[in-house]
């Protein structure tokens, strides 16, 4: 396949360079912020070069958890750890008619803020995106000691509840172009994934 046939957008994150995969499009492991280490979410200005949304998104570092790992087996296969890993995916079905405008649904993936990442293959919306025609945005945001430490006079409190809000403010300024309807947007998640976002 040659870059040419690669499915574009251009929203004003810049022109985003996707990829096919059977009855859906993704394009994944888009930079919605940067951050520091243990500071507040920067939005990721617009990109002067194509975005290549190609790779699946890091997954912020964490504890693996002894007793869950023999059950979960590989959940992470193919995704890596980075702390630079304020990325968010999206999946639309492949056979899109430009005057066809699709609801959106932000995914906020669980495990109780120290475990996860939004790119895993548990939460592949394929199917779900190919049958039901919806616009899936998976958010991978920072987990643990390096988004929910937080101390008095130090490191602030819940960072990465203010990289989920980033997520979305990303979302709210680039998602038509993906052909989606802007008013009609959801976040859905497992616990407790969407209850810190605004209804």
Sequence with gaps: MTPDNFPHFQA??????GWYDGPVVRATGIRYARAKRFEPPVAEPPATTPIQATSPAPACPQVADSLLAPALGSL????TYDEDCLRLSITRPAEHQPHEQLPVIVWVHGGSYVTGAGDLAVYDPAAWVSEQRVLFVAVTYRLGLL???GQEGGAPPNLGLLDLLEALRWVQRNIAAFGAVQSWLRCLGSRPGPMPLPT
């Excluded at 004003?12 to 360079?17: C, D, Q, S």
């Excluded at 992470?76 to 995704?79: D, P, V």
Aim: hydrophobic fraction near 60%; glycine fraction near 24%.
């Design 147 to 149: 988004g929910f430490l």
């Design 76 to 79: 992470f296969a193919g995704i």
């Design 12 to 17: 004003p994150a810049g022109l985003i360079k």
